[in-house]
Nanobody, 124 residues
Framework: QVQLVESGGGLVQAGASLRLSCVAS????????MGWFRQAPGKEREFVAG????????VHANSVKGRFTISRDNAKNTVYLQMSSLKPEDTAVYYC?????????????????WGKGTLVTVSS
């Protein structure tokens, strides 16, 4: 069973930066694509960013392109989401997900395992 644990969330002001981390258990982390998603109150979970198994391909949602960057460190079984120029509309619970293939995760349908999430709150 794969476990994913997110951390790094918190309360920040608009314009600030945060880095989220997601640590995965197991020995197969480097074989799979990973992704970050978020869910705001009253809204559906939405894709934020995805990265392929070796980090060669990264994709970002248009809403975060140029502000957020996904990366991974396979030696540490960790995927990161660097967030800058945060806006109040970025407020959400952020989840990481492990895909079921080596390609970058680009939709919730491609996620085999989910973490429990970390809350990011951006005040105006």
């Amino acid at each position: 069973q794969v476990q994913l644990v997110e951390s790094g969330g918190g309360l920040v002001q608009a314009g600030a930066s945060l880095r989220l981390s997601c640590v995965a258990s197991g020995r197969t982390f480097s074989n799979y694509g990973m992704g970050w998603f978020r869910q705001a109150p009253g809204k559906e979970r939405e894709f934020v960013a995805g990265i392929s198994y070796r980090g060669g391909t990264a994709v970002h949602a248009n809403s975060v392109k140029g502000r957020f960057t996904i990366s991974r460190d396979n030696a540490k079984n960790t995927v990161y989401l660097q967030m800058s120029s945060l806006k109040p509309e970025d407020t959400a619970v952020y989840y990481c997900g492990r895909g079921n293939a080596a390609v970058a995760v680009a939709s919730a349908n491609a996620v085999a395992y989910w973490g429990k999430g970390t809350l990011v709150t951006v005040s105006s």
